[in-house]
């Protein structure tokens, strides 16, 4: 009989984890469905192994479980179990033709917990083994005689080829009842107290079983179960009949049970549909799982239903579901699809799961068939990678999933988005580079007057926050609040920009040279100080930087970067080429090698290369595996990658500020250093024609210095999938989650809480001013604001709420709701103020002031717009103000006179009053 299905899914959540999250090296969310997994078996490596970078080259596997990773190296893992114990994640990356794996340390999964992954180490992966053996037992059991007994376990691996190694790291113990007996992470058996527990060994998903039987008395009545464990069961220590008989009828003995420890009064003890005795007997079919595993084998389908089926319910390859099915799905049911020009391969992964007879659920991604109806538009990639949709053309195909008589068509539309000029703002002074927050807030320009700080957040409304005079700025870093300047002559100065409106100077180093570009790695600041070299300085406290050391170039320094990970410095001569040095100890910065050619105007370090800015041979790439041997690579043509002043490096990408073009950024690929490839040209010539100065990229933004502008740029798609106002590229950096509007519940879109300064995540923050300005706000069903400012902006939702006070003022603005209500004062200082609002509650008082005019929309038109307003407090209009809707309302106040008394008289809405009272109140 098999169990019901609200059955079936308890047992399944109480075995598996149903949401995590794996990330690399940013955390992302997953939606882990309640399904079987199999197995991936990794080998341990040393902490000391070089780390793979993982990114949209790359596919992760967990326990058989495969997704490619994104392009920041986050990737979303679904149907991983919470019951395996140590496990790892398998990495492997194809690069220029090469294939490189890497793993994971051991980690374990929890229920209702996220998981970081941490670094994949480069090594080689173990074969996946084909059993688990315990080599210092006979059989399959072990015999305790007394409480406290113990006996470890010692556990070979077993492979297809017939190698056998011993497996120390990652075995996972479960005994099945935890009263009888314990088991450490060393495989150390302790007897707890009389009776018969199984204990489940598992590596990397796959199972081995062996029954622990605790004996602390004789069998008086010898009929083969000793007397403790008799009366433990209910049974009779001197009645020799009652062991020969099955009070459960499965088939199997009252002895054969206490030995194999199944219940002997329930017929089906681990309720997977088949009896104690079917499962442990051969019978006709011929074959044997285990009665106290729902699943034997693993493979997400339970013993009763492989009975069922007529598959092997011992082995996991052995699963033909296809007459189980009720319900078959794909997932997504349509994909709408935007291949960025400048990156690779593009794909979309499809998800198959089935609903099973016994309502339990299945992932059927890997055992479906799939075809294209235009392999132009849609392709698939390797055996490896089920489910995985490659986009080409533009276009629309259809996708069909199938698995036996089940189908189901993905209709799939892809469209190209080709790197797009969004905005220019000018500095009035002379803009030599530039520094971006992860977050993409603000943008710190370095220029011929000191610094000024940009408001990127909205790209198509830049506006400058704050400036400082320093004089001339050359570049600029930032690490948390603090930017540092290399101010050429000044030196370098420290910046406290905590508050981006009014940044304040902490300090300033003399150099002996002329600083030209900064680089920091921790607490260590490398400055490029023309003829002077690279100074070393320590930043521990910004307001006191230490000078560590010095590193005398051959030639003048123009440029620096650091390599974090290795302590390679690559530094930037111009017509003397590059040096690199080791930073190991930054106080005694010792030289590597040299490499000479072209007119190197910066550099910038990624993995084991250093990528050149040339303003006389272009882009070029020069491999490091090797520091004290440098092999220069080819250089990309002037027409494509342009003459450069300045590199930056995301990903598998490189970007430069140029000279060479009307006003653009090349964007190359670096997948091979010796040999870049160019994948587009991001062009700003469209606002004017200047050379560029310097560079700063985010995952989808191009920020570039040229002239005495700040140019941004798009060159990825924002995608935007849960429409809350954040690209989904961007939602890691937030801590938000993708196909979450609202991440935190607190009724405000999660990129209107961004915008404002709040954390998206914190349902008890706002907690500031929110101010709308120049732009068209979508408020969502509900929102709420502490005090809220708006300035030319339109707004439109349900109800709005305002906890404080409100202010409508700047330009004109039209905000359009179900229900505004203001709980202080309203306040409106602009010459038109639109209110198309349905109910409008003020608790406090009504501000029309400085010659506002507060209407409706279309109220010119000869019909009637009423415009209805609940003041608790008072209604003032100046006297350069009204109210008027449709020619009704609240006028500004009139006057007439002199009267017979030489007095003049004043009108208001209320009637005429004595004297003059230019502002109205009522």
């Known amino acids: 009989m098999f169990p019901t299905p609200t059955e079936k899914i308890i047992g399944l959540e109480n075995m598996f984890h149903p949401h995590m999250r794996f990330s690399f090296p940013h955390l992302s969310q997953f939606s882990a469905f309640l399904l079987a997994v199999t197995v991936i078996l990794s080998t341990p490596v040393s902490l000391a192994s070089e780390i793979l970078t993982i990114n949209q080259d790359c596919v992760v596997s967990i326990l058989n479980r495969t997704v490619r990773a994104e392009v920041d190296g986050s990737f979303e893992m679904p149907n991983v179990p919470a019951t395996m114990g140590s496990i790892k994640a398998r990495a492997t990356c194809v690069r220029d033709g090469q294939t490189i794996t890497g793993e994971t340390d051991y980690f374990s999964v929890k229920r209702d917990d996220s998981v970081d992954v941490g670094a994949f180490y480069i090594g080689v992966a173990e074969a996946i083994p084909v059993t688990l053996s315990v080599t210092n037992i006979s059989g399959n059991s072990v015999v305790l005689s007394s409480i406290g007994a113990s006996m470890g376990l010692v556990v070979d691996a077993v492979y297809s080829n017939g190698a056998t190694l011993r497996a120390d790291e990652g075995l996972n113990y479960t005994p099945s009842n935890a ?123 339970s013993d009763g239903l492989e009975f069922l089926a007529g598959t092997d319910p011992s082995n996991p390859l052995d699963a033909d579901v296809s007459s189980l099915l009720v319900s078959y799905e794909v997932f997504p049911a349509s994909v709408d699809f935007t291949v960025n020009t400048v990156d690779g391969a593009q794909s979309a992964q499809l998800v198959v799961t089935a609903e099973l007879l016994d309502g339990g659920e299945i992932d059927l991604t890997a055992e479906s068939d799939y075809a294209s109806d235009d392999v132009l538009i849609c392709n698939f990639g390797g055996v490896d990678e089920p489910g995985r949709v490659y986009v080409g053309e533009t276009g629309g195909c259809g996708v069909t999933a199938s698995y036996g008589s089940e189908s189901q068509t993905v209709p799939f539309t892809v469209e190209r988005f080709d790197p797009t000029a969004t905005q220019v703002i000018a500095l009035g002074a002379t803009a030599n580079n530039v520094a971006v927050d992860d977050l993409g807030l603000f943008a710190y320009v370095a220029h011929s007057n000191g610094l000024s700080i940009v408001r990127v957040r909205d790209p198509e409304n830049l506006s400058i926050a704050g400036t400082l005079s320093v004089g001339p700025v050359q570049d600029v870093k930032l690490v948390g609040n603090i930017v540092y300047l290399a101010a050429e002559a000044a030196g370098v100065i420290a910046v406290d920009v905590s508050s981006p409106e009014t940044p304040v100077e902490l300090s300033r180093y003399g150099t002996i040279g002329n600083a030209m570009d900064l680089a920091v790695d921790g ?10 070299g690279v100074l070393t300085l320590d930043v521990t406290d910004p307001a006191n930087m230490i000078e560590q050391g010095w590193f005398v170039t051959a030639s003048s320094a123009v440029g620096v970067d650091i390599n974090a990970s290795n302590k390679q410095l690559a530094i930037a001569e111009g017509t003397g080429g590059i040096e690199i040095a080791d930073a190991t100890d930054p106080s005694a910065i010792s030289f590597l090698s040299a490499l000479s050619g072209g007119n190197v105007r910066d550099v910038a370090m990624a993995d084991n290369a250093v990528y050149l800015a040339d303003s006389s041979r272009s882009f070029v790439g020069v491999d490091l595996s090797d520091p004290s041997v440098p092999q220069l690579g080819n250089a990309t043509s002037r027409a494509q990658g342009g003459l450069l002043l300045d590199v930056v490096v995301l990903g598998d990408l490189a970007f430069g500020a140029d000279v060479f073009f009307v006003n653009g950024v090349p964007i190359i690929g670096i997948n091979d250093p010796l040999n870049p490839t160019p994948r587009a ?30 140019y941004v740029g798009e060159y990825r798609h924002c995608v935007d999938d849960d429409f809350d106002q954040l690209c989904d590229s961007r939602e890691p950096f937030w801590g938000t989650l993708t196909g979450n509007s609202d991440t935190d519940g607190d009724g405000i879109l999660d990129g209107f809480e961004v915008r404002y300064g709040w954390d998206p995540t914190d349902a008890s923050n706002p907690g500031q001013i929110a101010i709308f300005e120049n732009d068209v706000y979508e408020l969502g069903s509900l929102a709420s604001f502490t005090d809220l400012v708006v300035d030319t902006s339109t707004i439109t939702g349900g109800e709005l709420e305002v906890l404080g006070n409100m202010s409508i003022g700047g330009g004109a603005s039209t905000i359009r709701l179900d229900t505004l209500i203001v709980r202080g004062n309203l306040t409106i200082d602009v010459a038109t103020a639109s209110l198309d609002i349905g109910i409008i509650q003020v608790d406090g008082d009504l501000n029309i002031i400085n010659g506002a005019t507060l209407t409706a929309p279309q109220s010119s038109n000869s019909e009637l717009y009423p415009l209805a307003i609940a003041v608790t407090g008072t209604v003032t209009v100046d006297s350069t103000s009204s109210i008027d809707v449709s020619g009704r309302g609240y006028p500004a106040s009139n006057w007439s006179g002199p009267d017979f008394s030489a007095n003049t008289r004043a009108g208001c809405h209320a009637g005429i009053r004595y004297g003059r009272v230019d502002d109205c109140t009522y």
């Open 179 to 301: 009263s009888v007996i314990s088991v450490n992470e060393f495989g150390l058996v302790t007897a707890l107290k009389a009776g018969v527990s199984l204990l489940t060994l598992r590596k990397d998903g796959v199972v081995a079983v062996v029954s622990i039987q605790v004996v602390t008395s004789g069998d008086s009545d010898g009929d083969g179960i000793a007397d403790d464990i008799e009366l433990a069961l209910g049974l009779n220590p001197n009645d020799p009949i009652d062991g020969l008989e099955d009070w459960d009828s499965d088939a199997l003995s009252n002895a054969d049970e206490a030995s194999i420890g199944t219940d002997i009064n329930v017929a089906d003890t681990d309720g997977d549909g088949v009896e104690d005795g079917e499962e442990v007997l051969p019978g006709s079919d011929g074959f044997v799982s285990n009665p106290l595993l729902f699943d034997t084998d693993g493979d997400g389908i």
């Open 523 to 532: 607490a260590d600041l490398y400055v490029a100080d023309g003829p002077g």
């Open 681 to 710: 040209i991001l062009d700003f010539s469209g606002f004017d024609d200047t050379n560029g100065s310097g560079i700063a990229v985010t995952v989808d933004t191009v920020y570039l210095t040229s002239g005495s502008n700040l």
